[in-house]
């Protein structure tokens, strides 16, 4: 009985845990990344228009809001609660190269949906959430701002697609290399 | 073809007898006039806009029944903001610009519906199809300016707008707005 309870994941952050809803964020974000991701992919890569394109830009932007929406209620949690501890066994510039990743890992799951919603603001097609809710234009369509918006968008999604790539191969590297475990924190069933 | 060289001579003719007769003929200002068509994609409203159009309106507030208006549009002028899709919707499932480049509106009646409010038949023609619609319409008179402006909701099926994999309407609407803003300077003819 007592050894069930101490087995169960605490809903507050330990020293060495992160809180259930921090791996929920994580997870949920991290899902919503690929997925956004590959279908962003797959859609520019068809060639003028079809039912099927014009489908995936939908699903593509309500991915985008929900990712945005659920970044910054990530962010929130992070600044209010505290995470972990990085391992004792990392060197100094390995610590601040985690911080940097994290940190701009952050910065672009707000501003990879920013530059995307105010693209297709520019491109005067609004968007409307889940085909259900239509969400305000926040910009006036203008042909300037919808080039240097895709730029930015497309490139930003690519400086994000590096980051996570760097972010899952450091933590593979942890759980075959470094052994030390660091993974179980966002992947409870692991441990 | 017989067909409309008679019509050609017929709307010469009628031209050159408004002019002989000196009728008061609006002058269309086509850059302070738009044409707009609304489809809607996934519930998101999609502004399109025909760049190149002429019209021919005659008006007379005083004689409103008298009135006419008539419209042609260059389909392959409808602009979505990018090229790509620009090409596509002149193409065959949409509007086939190739085969029907022009679609028009040609009025038959004109009703006053209160205040300055007409309500507009006449016959829409796009892709060769045509239909008898009701085009409500607001005048505005601004010293010898007259400003039209009305939105006409339209099934693009009942055109064969969007054909083949785009027949079915859950991606692209059926329901599709015209809406248009027409302002021109009454003047002799």
């Given at each position: 009985m007592l050894a069930m309870q101490t087995k169960r994941q605490p809903s507050f952050a330990t020293p060495n845990g992160y809180t259930r809803i921090a791996i929920a964020f994580h997870w949920a974000i991290a899902l919503l990344i690929v997925s956004g991701f590959t279908i962003g992919w797959i859609m520019t890569r068809i060639?003028?228009?079809t039912p099927e394109k014009l489908r995936y830009f939908s699903w593509h932007k309500w991915i985008g809001v929900t990712a945005f929406a659920l970044a910054l209620a990530r962010i929130l949690w992070r600044l209010t609660h505290e995470a972990p501890p990085l391992?004792?066994?990392?060197?100094a510039w390995q610590r601040t190269a985690a911080n940097a990743v994290h940190g701009l890992l952050y910065l672009l799951m707000i501003a990879v949906p920013v530059t995307g919603y105010l693209y297709s603001s520019a491109a005067n097609v609004p968007v409307v959430y889940l085909g259900l809710i239509p969400l305000p234009r926040?910009?006036?369509?203008n042909p300037e701002w919808k080039a240097i918006l895709k730029t930015a968008h497309i490139t930003l999604d690519y400086g994000l697609g590096v980051l996570v790539l760097a972010h899952v191969a450091a933590a593979l590297k942890h759980q075959?290399?470094?052994?030390?475990?660091?993974l179980a924190r966002m992947i409870p069933f692991l441990k | 073809m017989k067909a409309s060289f008679y019509r050609y001579m017929l709307a010469a003719f009628a031209a050159a007898a408004m002019a002989a007769a000196g009728v008061a003929h609006a002058q269309v200002d086509a850059a302070k006039s738009s044409i707009v068509a609304t489809s809607k994609q996934m519930n998101v409203p999609v502004d399109g806009k025909f760049t190149k159009f002429t019209a021919q309106i005659s008006f007379d507030p005083a004689k409103p029944t008298a009135g006419s208006a008539q419209f042609t549009i260059?389909?392959?002028?409808?602009?979505?903001?990018?090229k790509e899709y620009n090409q596509q919707v002149a193409g065959k499932d949409w509007f086939d610009a190739k085969t029907y480049p022009s679609a028009t509106f040609v009025s038959s009646a004109i009703a006053p519906a209160g205040g300055n409010k007409y309500n507009v038949s006449g016959k829409l023609t796009i892709k060769g199809k045509s239909q008898n619609v009701v085009v409500p319409v607001t005048v505005t008179q601004q010293g010898a300016t007259q400003v039209f402006d009305g939105a006409l909701p339209i099934k693009r099926s009942a055109f064969d707008v969007?054909?083949?994999?785009?027949?079915?309407?859950?991606?692209?609407?059926d329901d599709v707005t015209i809406k248009f803003h027409i302002v021109a300077a009454a003047k002799k003819g």
């Open positions: 060639p003028g228009f391992p004792p066994g990392m060197s926040i910009i006036d369509p075959w290399i470094d052994r030390d475990k660091l | 260059d389909v392959a002028s409808y602009d979505l903001g990018d969007g054909t083949g994999e785009w027949k079915d309407t859950s991606v692209v609407a």
